[in-house]
């Protein structure tokens, strides 16, 4: 594990790696009562020549700075911080499984650590990196998974901190996880206000697929309104879509839709697919939404596990991750 501490008085200490341990942290440390406590989710892949290789790495340091920022952690060097981790990826190289789909998984992350029971910014912090080797999400193939239209609880709001990756965002969407689960479907759909404004699927971004009237096809996400997270994959699979599917005929919107505009399209043989992007699955599709005591079709066949663009979407994004298609999305750590 890579470790870096910071003080306010001295700023960013040494780094060090060292073996994986546990932390010694005093019960009085401002992260158990106060929730200062970000991270980040990245991978690292081994290419076919046996390359090891970053996604956007960039990005995730973007999003990081900005989340310690924002509940008064200090911020970092984005260079210094991807030379870090390309040295404990180099060093734990034996642990990137090879062949696609398969990659080492790499969990950034800030505490605040001052022993304070007093409310203020924190006096210091520790800076980690732990890493994991992980398979394929779908190991026997894509499975399309059902969502409940959730409403009663909010994972975000305008002013809020839903734009950032930070611990306090996943803990009270569990219960209502739970719940969905007891009435058999996988994760919720989070809806927001009155015109029940789509926001993200789970823990990812949302995306659809619309055929509107005219016979137009439109690519839809949520835009960055402060409620969204701002996905890796998620920037990812606009730039593709923009890149790819445009030519096509297809307009990519940034715009806000709500969940009775999806009932409809699907009631009319409109609503073509529909997924979530994250770092985990990179594309996750959807078979169904419960709304209102129906189901909504998001315009998987019985026999159909994912959609047209989903596939397209998981074979564009891997071809860059895994060195497949040379692009500056992906960051060759140095031997």
């Not at 981790?85 to 499984?97: A, Q, T």
């Not at 219960?175 to 015109?195: H, K, Y």
């Amino acid at each position: 594990m890579l470790s870096v501490e910071w003080t306010a008085s001295e700023g960013w200490l040494a780094p060090r790696i060292t073996p994986y341990q546990n932390l010694s942290l005093d019960p009085a440390s401002c992260v158990f009562h106060y929730g200062f406590e970000c991270f980040e989710g990245m991978k690292a892949y081994r290419d076919n020549k046996g390359k090891i290789r970053l996604f956007r790495p960039t990005k995730n340091m973007e999003r990081m700075n900005k989340s310690s920022a924002r509940i008064a952690l200090p911020t970092f060097d984005s260079d210094a911080l991807i030379q870090l981790i390309s040295k404990l990826v180099k060093l734990d190289e034996r642990f990137i499984p090879e062949g696609r789909g398969y990659s080492l998984y790499l969990r950034p992350t800030m505490i605040g650590t001052q022993r304070t029971l007093g409310v203020g910014p924190p006096g210091s912090a520790l800076l980690y990196v732990i890493a994991s080797p992980v398979g394929p999400y779908y190991p026997t193939g894509f499975k399309a998974v059902s969502l409940e239209a959730t409403d009663y609880a909010v994972r975000a709001w305008p002013g809020g901190v839903g734009d950032k990756k930070l611990g306090a965002n996943y803990a009270p969407c569990i219960l209502p996880q739970m719940e969905a689960a007891s009435r058999g479907f996988q994760q919720n759909l989070w809806l927001f206000g009155e015109e029940e404004y789509v926001t993200e699927v789970g823990t990812m971004n949302m995306f659809v697929a619309l055929k509107h009237k005219d016979g137009k096809k439109e690519l839809i996400t949520a835009p960055l309104d402060g409620t969204i997270l701002e996905g890796v994959t998620r920037d990812s699979i606009l730039a593709l879509a923009r890149d790819k599917l445009i030519p096509e005929g297809w307009s990519v919107s940034e715009r806000k839709y709500t969940m009775p505009e999806l009932a409809q399209a699907s009631e009319e043989g409109r609503l073509l697919e529909a997924f979530g992007s994250g770092t985990a699955a990179v594309v996750s599709p959807i078979r169904n939404i419960s709304y209102n005591g129906k189901l909504v079709d998001c315009g998987l066949r019985a026999d159909q596990e994912a959609g047209e663009l989903a596939q397209k979407m998981l074979e564009w994004i891997g071809a860059r991750q895994y060195g497949d298609e040379e692009h500056e999305w992906s960051y060759v750590v140095p031997q």
